[in-house]
């Protein structure tokens, strides 16, 4: 297996530009989750997904950001407008029991 | 040891010695723990889990243990190698209302001098 892919893995986009950040999970995981990762904050979850359908999204910071889950095999995280306070990696993950693999991340940059 | 919080503890071994690394997790309820190692650049990756129903557990070169008592756990790694360097992360299953988040703890770096 190919492990849970992201794209794109780098980023760097002006402040009021719309970012879209694409995650395909492990075949077979029912779960999908999508974090964000910075120096100050550490790891934060932002939602998660069971059966493509969002269950928790408290951690999403602000109306700017949105997430769909269209299909099992494909997520998306948009930011739109972006700012320069939501540069991070952001990370998808993927389960099906409790064990959660990661993908790589994408770095993005927020000038 | 590793806390939640902004810093990031450190901790440093000698190349062949054996790692401890600490973690003090939040909730009694949760049932399932996890370990992640984190090298530069690249995302989380699973080393080893554990239920609540064991208190040791082994992989290779690596084992955890739980103390439920005082809410602990540990990782240990076994002859530390130049490739262990990276940051260590545990995580619990019982701050939500699903036993699949997962919260994290901040992180311990490992080193491992030549």
């Known amino acids: 297996d190919a492990g849970v892919i992201q794209s794109p893995r780098h980023e760097v986009t002006e402040m009021g530009q719309e970012v879209t950040l694409r995650c395909k999970p492990i075949?077979?995981?029912?779960?999908l989750f999508w974090y964000r990762q910075t120096m100050m904050r550490g790891l934060e979850l932002l939602i998660y997904?069971?059966?493509?359908?969002?269950?928790?999204d408290s951690g999403m910071p602000e109306d700017r950001f949105s997430a769909k889950m269209p299909n099992a095999s494909f997520s998306t995280l948009k930011i739109q407008p972006s700012e320069p306070r939501d540069s991070a990696v952001y990370f998808c993950a993927s389960s099906e029991q409790e064990t959660q693999y990661f993908g790589p991340g994408t770095r993005l940059l927020v000038l | 040891g590793e806390s939640v919080g902004l810093h990031l503890p450190t901790l440093s071994v000698q190349e062949g010695d054996n790692s401890i690394i600490n973690c003090a997790y939040s909730?009694?309820?949760?049932?399932?723990f996890i370990w992640y190692k984190q090298e530069s650049g690249k995302g989380p990756q699973f080393i080893i889990d554990i239920r609540s129903n064991m208190d040791k557990r082994q992989g290779q070169r690596v084992t955890v243990l739980l103390n439920k008592t005082v809410k602990h756990l540990s990782l240990q790694i076994a002859a530390t190698q130049p490739g262990d360097s990276a940051v260590y992360f545990c995580?619990?299953?019982?701050?939500?209302?699903?036993?699949?988040?997962?919260?994290f703890g901040s992180g311990t770096q490992l080193t491992v001098l030549p």
């Open positions: 995580a619990e299953n019982g701050d939500s209302g699903s036993a699949r988040q997962l919260t």
């Open positions: 909730n009694s309820a949760s049932d399932y």
């Open positions: 997904f069971n059966n493509n359908v969002p269950i928790d």
């Open positions: 075949s077979g995981h029912d779960y």
